[in-house]
């Protein structure tokens, strides 16, 4: 049995099944990695508007590539914090990839040799387009095509938005500093399955927005990560 494709060539039927999700895996990896990497432009001009040089940006974004920790560091900086507090804030931030990848390293099995460039993407997108197929040869594909994307476009959208700071103005007043935020809490919340994941987020919140007025940048991100094993320690103790 064949069947007929738009373009009028015909395949076998079990072939035209078997592309059907490879193509759908490929367009959904891309729609995250054309829609995040995009949004490097707005960390090129939040990093620019913290006194952030383009050569730093773009260091920070082809070497931490981590969207949500690099956000959090140019925020603080921007708000005064010192240095070494707002690097210690990114880094505890950026410690959730490693039980990302924890998680991937059963899912995807791949050669040992390959692994170390792997884990350079291990990030939010790359975990959620994975963790969504259905079996392990999608999930490679999905965390192929998604890093490979947003890996270059949010590289190069961090020297555009670096580089075309100045004809912005006050990037303060654009907003941009919520776009990393805000991309990470969209993948972030539909992950929130379980009561103790909802309380842990929870708790983070409350942690890190209630004490931010009074301490100083960098240092709630800090205090707001005590909120996981705060949350397993109460549970515990439960009877």
Sequence with gaps: MVVREGSGREV??????????RAAVMRDALGVGVAVGL?????????????????????????VFTGASQFALVGA???????????AGAFFL?????????????????????RPFAAHWVIDETTAVALAQPDRKSARLGFTVTGLSLYVLW???TLLGALG???LGDTRAWGLDAAGPAVFLALLAP????????AVAALALVLGLGLLPVLPAGVPVLIAALAAPIVLWMKGRRP
């Design 155 to 157: 590289n190069l959208t």
């Design 94 to 114: 950026g410690t959730r990839n490693a039980f990302y990848g924890l998680r991937l390293s059963q899912l995807l099995a791949l050669p040992r040799s390959v």
């Design 165 to 167: 700071a100045e004809a």
């Design 12 to 21: 076998p039927a079990g072939a035209a099944a078997a592309d059907k999700p």
């Design 191 to 198: 992950m929130l399955k379980s009561g103790t994941e909802r």
């Design 77 to 87: 900086l921007a708000a005064g914090g010192n240095p070494f507090t707002a690097a």
């Design 39 to 63: 949004s490097g432009f707005a960390f090129g001009v939040t990093a620019a508007g913290a006194g952030v040089s383009t050569l730093q940006a773009c260091v920070l974004s082809l070497l």
